[in-house]
Structure formats: C-alpha cells, structure tokens
C-alpha cells in the first residue's frame, strides 16, 4: 500500500472513530403516564329511577335548559329531543316542579313578530314535555322575542344562539 493509500486510510479510520466517539445512547423517553380518568357522571336517576331536586345541578342530563331552534321556525330539532325527554321525566318524577319556558328570538323581524314566534317556540316544548306526561299545570309559557339577548354580535352564530327556550325552575319540588 503507498503512503497516499495509508493516509487516506488512516484519515478515514480517525473520523470514523470520532464520529462513533461523540454518538452517545439515546434512550427513548418512557411516554407519560395516562390522564386520570374522568369522574364519572350521572347521566340517569339513581336509587329508585326517580329524579330529585339534587339531581338538578349534578346530573348532565338535567344540567342542560336551553332549547335551539333553527330560523324562522318553532318545531324542535331533533337533536335536543334528548334533553326534552329528560326534563320532563324530571317533572314527572317531581309533580310538585314548576317550570317557565321563555322563549327567545334573534333579533331580525318585528318586535310583534319575534314575542309571537317566541310564544310558539315555548309552546313547542311545553307540548312535547306534556306528551311525555309533564303537567299542564306545571308550565308558565312567557316569550321574551328579541329583548334578552344574550349575544351581541351581528353574525349568524351568534343570531343561533338566540333563537332558544330556557328551562327556569322556579319551584323545584
């Protein structure tokens, strides 16, 4: 072998060598521990199947009180059929319960226009609710139309968001 030959083998076994000194082992890191799970939460009465004034504020079900519905119209979406069902097995499961349905409008059209159409959306609920055997004397229908608002913007989300029925407690038991 000639001396270029040994240099450049020589040169190539030194930077082979230090490539192979700086490599350290990398260990992989363990992947983190799982996020606890979450509490559990109550999607159904308890105990005797019945529903209870404590209920309200812990149960997801009862939980949600507000009703959507699309624009211009008072029939309910399907989607909130699930809350509907369950705030009225609520009131039949407490005949004592008293509710008021406020219904509301976004703020496009009259103002005779929107309480009529609020009225309609309450009355809506207050049917279905009594369909599932609710009271008829357990329900105050009132229509706010446009005037409680509860978004400020001009854009269509927000005029969805207020186009609703709130279920209000007003007598728990």
């Known amino acids: ?60 079900c009862l939980i949600k009180r507000s009703i959507y519905f699309d624009f211009d119209k008072s029939n309910i979406k399907p989607e909130f059929d699930d809350i509907v069902a369950c705030q009225a097995k609520y009131l039949v499961d407490n005949p004592g319960a008293r509710v008021t349905l406020q219904g509301n409008t976004d703020p496009r059209g009259s103002r005779e226009y929107n309480l009529g159409l609020g009225e309609r959306r309450a009355k809506s609920v207050e049917q279905a609710m009594e369909a599932l055997g609710a009271g008829a004397d357990q329900f105050t229908v009132v229509s706010y139309g446009k005037e409680r608002p509860i978004c400020h913007e001009m854009t269509h989300a927000c005029w969805a968001k207020e186009r609703r029925v709130d279920i209000v407690y007003t007598k728990t038991e």
């Open 1 to 60: 072998m000639n001396t270029v030959a040994r240099i450049s083998l020589a040169a190539l076994l030194c930077v082979g060598l230090a490539a192979c000194a700086s490599k350290q082992e990398v260990k992989p890191t363990p992947p983190p521990p799982p996020p606890p799970p979450p509490a559990p939460t109550q999607t159904a009465p308890v105990s005797n199947g019945k529903f209870t004034p404590a209920d309200l504020n812990t149960n997801a």
